[in-house]
């Protein structure tokens, strides 16, 4: 457990060091991310995870589903996640975060 727990914290200083040097990202990009970790780390799971979009517009303060899937976009676009949406209303979307190393090359945990 402590093992998942130091790759999950090392995983979020990637993300943050990243986070500094990206201008295209903005306040509610974050805060997406933000409610990503949070919700990936409740499960110490470095693989797929999965949330729910009012789970994560609440915790990130988004009030637009349009908002939402715009910065959603962006950040699988931006190579930040992997998405899959879940089309059922009542099963969550799966998620996985993207770890990108200095050669280019993806690295995904």
């Given at each position: 457990?402590?093992?998942?727990?130091?790759?999950?914290?090392?995983?979020?200083?990637?993300?943050?060091?990243?986070?500094?040097?990206d201008?295209?990202?903005?306040?509610?990009?974050?805060?997406?991310?933000?409610?990503l970790?949070?919700?990936?780390?409740?499960?110490?799971?470095?693989?797929?995870?999965?949330?729910?979009?009012?789970?994560?517009?609440?915790?990130?303060?988004?009030?637009?589903?349009?908002?939402?899937?715009?910065?959603?976009?962006?950040?699988?676009?931006?190579?930040?996640?992997?998405?899959?949406?879940?089309?059922?209303?009542?099963?969550?979307?799966?998620?996985?975060?993207?770890?990108?190393?200095?050669?280019?090359?993806?690295?995904?945990?």
């Open positions: 457990m402590a093992n998942k727990k130091e790759l999950s914290k090392n995983l979020f200083e990637h993300f943050s060091k990243r986070l500094l040097e201008k295209r990202l903005l306040q509610s990009h974050i805060a997406l991310l933000s409610a970790f949070y919700y990936q780390d409740k499960k110490h799971s470095l693989g797929f995870f999965q949330g729910s979009r009012s789970k994560l517009m609440r915790h990130s303060h988004i009030r637009s589903t349009a908002t939402y899937h715009k910065r959603l976009s962006d950040l699988v676009r931006y190579g930040y996640l992997e998405y899959t949406p879940s089309w059922h209303p009542t099963k969550a979307s799966t998620f996985r975060f993207v770890i990108i190393d200095k050669t280019d090359t993806d690295v995904k945990d």
